[in-house]
């Protein structure tokens, strides 16, 4: 059975003929919807941070097999050409 957050609220006298139990069940709604967001939210950091992980070590890859083709003094030459200090 699902457990009601402020459960209190049944135990007032007439509730029924108010909006409050309503209003209630809208907070719950509310707070389930922001759990199952931030377990998404997780899910993908995660997603993200392999993603940047693989990125950067075909980068780094790439590099590497720049350097075979061209010296390692062309590289870096060509590096700093193209990203000169501001």
């Known amino acids: 059975m699902k457990q009601r957050i402020?459960?209190?609220i049944d135990l007032l006298p007439g509730v029924a003929k108010t909006d409050l139990q309503e209003r209630?069940?809208?907070?719950?709604e509310l707070t389930r919807q922001a759990a199952e967001a931030t377990h998404n939210a997780q899910i993908l950091t995660r997603k993200a941070e392999q993603l940047?992980?693989?990125a950067n070590l075909?980068?780094?890859?790439?590099?590497?097999?720049?350097?075979g083709k061209y010296s390692a003094e062309g590289v870096e030459k060509a590096k700093t050409l193209a990203y000169p200090l501001r």
């Open 24 to 28: 209630r069940d809208t907070i719950q």
């Open 58 to 67: 075909a980068a780094c890859k790439l590099e590497g097999d720049a350097k």
């Open 6 to 8: 402020m459960a209190w």
């Open 52 to 54: 940047r992980e693989r």
